[in-house]
């Protein structure tokens, strides 16, 4: 059973520049988490989708937009990158219990974007 | 408000027993997660207990939660190397519906051969 995938495993952009980066979620599961992980810090929680809406929004700029296809996986879209950008994005994929609660997130190795 | 905070390092012997440490303040909290963090990887769930526990053991692991001091522990029997990573403790609260996790800024943890 695969688990949470991503990529690329790294990035390199320049100021200006648009990225996409891509998750596949584990086996079973339908919602997609990401977090921003900068360097030193714990991580930070940007935005979840489950049936391919946003649910809910952390404290991030709009320039962070994310989508997320009909088999569960998701893709995170960052605009106008700022070198503050430069980070470990991680997504996290957990099952929706009954009742609308997320279960336990489990989280992919990350893509290291670098903003030069 | 939503905070957690961690002790930023921790240095033990193997074979010694690693306490680590976690303090949030949101009274609300729901579950509580340990995750490992090693160098240039994702994060890996260790264990998490739910809010109306005060101890949970699982072979190496027991977490410890005293709710009254909102205050978290993590301890790890008989350390190894292969334990040396930095540790997050990470809460989930009442109102997030979205399992929305707040994380410490993590504790890095060194073992000594």
């Known amino acids: 059973d695969a688990g949470v995938t991503q990529s690329p495993t790294h990035l390199i952009k320049t100021r200006g520049q648009q990225v996409t980066l891509r998750c596949s979620p584990k086996s079973g599961h339908d919602t997609v988490s990401w977090y921003q992980q900068a360097l030193g810090q714990g991580p930070q929680f940007i935005f979840q989708?489950?049936?391919?809406?946003?649910?809910q929004r952390g404290n991030f700029p709009d320039r962070f937009s994310g989508h997320q296809f009909p088999n569960y996986s998701s893709e995170l879209n960052v605009n106008a990158l700022l070198l503050g950008d430069s980070a470990l994005y991680l997504c996290?994929?957990?099952?929706?219990?009954?009742?609308?609660?997320?279960?336990?997130?489990?989280f992919g190795p990350g893509t290291r974007l670098t903003v030069l | 408000g939503e905070d957690v905070e961690q002790s930023l390092f921790l240095s033990v012997r193997e074979g010694d027993s690693s306490v680590i440490n976690c303090t949030y303040t949101d009274s609300s909290s729901t579950y509580l997660y340990w995750y490992k963090q090693e160098p240039g990887a994702g994060l890996q769930l260790l264990t998490y207990?739910?809010?109306?526990?005060d101890m949970k053991q699982d072979q190496r692991l027991t977490v410890l939660l005293n709710k009254k001091d909102k205050h978290l522990s993590l301890r790890i029997a008989d350390t190894q190397t292969g334990d040396s990573a930095i540790y997050f403790c990470a809460e989930r609260t009442l109102s997030s519906n979205t399992g929305k996790l707040i994380f410490g800024q993590g504790t890095t943890l060194q073992v000594k051969p």
């Open positions: 989708y489950y049936e391919e809406e946003e649910r």
């Open positions: 996290a994929s957990s099952p929706l219990r009954p009742g609308g609660a997320t279960d336990t997130q489990y």
């Open positions: 207990i739910f809010s109306n526990m």
